[in-house]
T-cell receptor, first 112, second 115 residues
Framework: GAGVSQSPSNKVTEKGKDVELRCDPI?????LYWYRQSLGQGLEFLIY????????KSGLPSDRFSAERTGGSVSTLTIQRTQQEDSAVYLC??????????FGPGTRLTVL | AQSVTQPDIHITVSEGASLELRCNYS??????LFWYVQSPGQGLQLLLKYFSGDTLVQGIKGFEAEFKRSQSSFNLRKPSVHWSDAAEYFC?????????????FGQGTRLTINP
């Protein structure tokens, strides 16, 4: 079956521009997560959505970052006014009932 | 707060040699523990997990890990490594909140295999 998919796989943008990263979770998975992987910070939790509960946004690094999940499925992570320190690989993951978490291939974001 | 420490940033072993990657965690209750592997340019793949029960867990690709509560450790082992095992390995501790598994990762250990 299909795994977690993310698009685009690579994104290059200029400082100050807004970007949107998309995640398609595995069908039927109730939980969806965003993580960021960067050289200096390792793998950091950003946000997760679980069913109809309010999302846990505790890992978002600033108010320039936001995410939404529509219809309990697809999610979009938006970064406004990008900065060079936002350059990283953004990983999406999903899980059924909170046991095993499946990760997507990631979107590599480069901010020039 | 939960935390995970992987003391070894980089390990080099010869093909066919045994391997042990260290992981120590900090968590107030019985933890959910995971090992993931990331090959170059690839996403994270789950090797194995521990939730409860037998403290020695078997995973894919011939890996195993042992949960030792007294040492707050969850070390990953493989008796004989293959060149294809060269990758980055991440230990993680999870907390189950309303059905979602929130993971905290260690900094990772990069494994190099000598022929």
């Amino acid at each position: 079956g299909a795994g977690v998919s993310q698009s685009p796989s690579n994104k290059v943008t200029e400082k100050g521009k807004d970007v949107e990263l998309r995640c398609d979770p595995i069908s039927g998975h109730t939980a969806l997560y965003w993580y960021r992987q960067s050289l200096g910070q390792g793998l950091e939790f950003l946000i997760y959505f679980q069913g109809n509960s309010a999302p846990d946004k505790s890992g978002l690094p600033s108010d320039r970052f936001s995410a939404e999940r529509t219809g309990g499925s697809v999610s979009t992570l938006t970064i406004q006014r990008t900065q060079q320190e936002d350059s990283a690989v953004y990983l999406c993951a999903s899980s059924p009932s909170g046991t095993r978490v499946f990760f997507g291939p990631g979107t590599r974001l480069t901010v020039l | 707060a939960q935390s995970v420490t992987q003391p070894d940033i980089h390990i080099t072993v010869s093909e066919g040699a045994s391997l042990e990657l260290r992981c120590n965690y900090s968590y107030g209750a019985t933890p959910y523990l995971f090992w993931y592997v990331q090959s170059p340019g690839q996403g994270l793949q789950l090797l194995l997990k521990y939730f409860s029960g037998d403290t020695l867990v078997q995973g894919i690709k011939g890996f195993e890990a042992e949960f030792k509560r007294s040492q707050s450790s969850f070390n990953l082992r493989k008796p004989s490594v293959h060149w294809s095992d060269a990758a980055e390995y991440f230990c993680a501790v999870g907390s189950l909140i309303q059905g979602a598994q929130k993971l905290v990762f260690g900094q990772g250990t990069r494994l190099t295999i000598n022929p």
